[in-house]
């Protein structure tokens, strides 16, 4: 990883999907280059609908950034002090960043564009389709057998999944401005 200047220089384009969803769950971000992945993560947490209740960490490469343990056998490099630029600087450079090791979601970030800094808002959300998994269904297989059952009203689990994600579930939502007011919210 490189380091750069730590002052925005220019803002990214990004997209970020949930590897193995179907139809694909993704968002489409405009974020400053010189946030720290500490900051980035809770623009994640937000953007994809996530409640930060999980575990997280980028792979990048064969390297890890997250929140070093002295119990991991992992070497893990300190998110709070990397930065995006650090790890992505160029049109189509790409990393991975993992929620809940226990369901395993994994997002495919993307670095789609490089714009010039500007008065624009960041972090925005610009684009996107479908409504994040509920937390704790169990990952992307869990998800599509949580999607099978409320969709089936003769399916052995259906009120119980139902009830279990509080009666209703729209795998089709994807509302932006609530994203943006959300994202606005946040204080860096």
């Known amino acids: 990883m490189k380091k750069k200047n730590k002052e925005s220089q220019s803002l990214y384009q990004i997209k970020v999907t949930l590897v193995g969803s179907k139809p694909p769950i993704w968002r489409r971000l405009i974020v400053n280059d010189n946030i720290r992945l500490d900051q980035l993560h809770s623009i994640l947490q937000v953007a994809m609908g996530w409640f930060n209740c999980h575990l997280h960490q980028y792979r990048v490469g064969s390297s890890y950034i997250g929140i070093p343990d002295q ?15 650090d790890i992505v600087s160029n049109v189509k450079d790409n990393f991975v960043y993992e929620y809940d090791f226990g369901d395993g979601w994994e997002h495919k970030i ?4 490089i714009l010039p800094l500007d008065s624009s808002k960041s972090p ?21 057998d949580f999607l099978a059952a409320i969709q089936d009203p003769k399916h052995a689990d259906h009120e119980e999944m139902l009830e279990w994600v509080g009666g209703e579930y729209d795998p089709d939502a994807f509302d932006m401005n609530l994203i943006n007011k959300k994202l606005n919210e946040l204080k860096f």
């Open 71 to 85: 119990d991991n056998d992992i070497d893990v490099t300190d998110e709070r002090k990397v930065y995006l630029q």
């Open 110 to 113: 993307v670095l789609e564009k």
């Open 124 to 144: 925005v959300v610009i684009k996107g389709n479908n409504a994040c998994p509920p937390e704790d269904c169990g990952g992307i297989w869990g998800y599509s």
